[in-house]
């Protein structure tokens, strides 16, 4: 069985995010979609926050399992016996950051290999940071995120 690995912060997925787990998930038997449990970062969004709501937005794919992860990357594919990494390019300026971390990921494990997927151009300008900006100043993100990170959005910036 193939399986992969579609790692991030996930704060919050975005329907650039969805839009490469969807690809993700036609090539491989099983995506394992790992959110990155960092406590040196502060999310607007918990850990547990990001998990569940993945897990929402994903409970009709019965290939995909959203985890969360911490420590290393590789120990992570190694324990769910997958040797490929899926990351999202938006274009050159994501390229090179990418390419860094695939070769660091390929120096801890040698046998993990980094599958890039170019996002769909609907999805190339914005990102999670972005999407957190536009909706802290009231701007309009339904292209951009799903109802319900949409509504969490709203909910958490509320309460701020
Ligand atoms: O969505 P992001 O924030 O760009 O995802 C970054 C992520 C989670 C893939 C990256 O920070 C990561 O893999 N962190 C785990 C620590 C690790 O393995 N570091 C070595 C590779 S750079």
Redesign the pocket.
């Known amino acids: 069985m193939k399986s992969a690995v579609y790692?991030?912060?996930?704060?919050p997925a975005t329907n650039g995010?969805l839009d490469i787990i969807k690809r993700a998930s036609k090539i491989v038997d099983k995506l394992y979609v790992?959110v990155?449990d960092?406590p040196s970062k502060t999310p607007l969004f918990t850990v547990g926050e990001r998990v569940a709501q993945l897990k929402e937005i994903l409970k009709d794919h019965d290939n995909i399992e959203v985890r969360s992860?911490?420590?290393?990357?590789?120990?992570?594919a190694r324990s769910v016996n997958s040797n490929i990494?899926v990351?999202g390019l938006r274009g050159v300026t994501d390229f090179s950051?990418e390419f860094?971390?695939a070769l660091?990921?390929r120096s801890?494990d040698s046998d993990i290999e980094t599958l890039f997927i170019s996002a769909d151009t609907q999805y190339l300008f914005f990102s999670?940071s972005q999407v957190k900006e536009i909706a802290y100043f009231k701007g309009n993100i339904d292209n951009m995120v799903p109802d319900i990170i949409k509504t969490e959005l709203l909910k958490k910036l509320e309460n701020m």
Request: hydrophobic share 40%.
């Open positions: 790692p991030g912060s996930f704060d995010h790992a990155l960092n992860f911490s420590g290393l990357l590789v120990d992570f990494i990351r950051y860094q971390m660091s990921n801890l999670s």
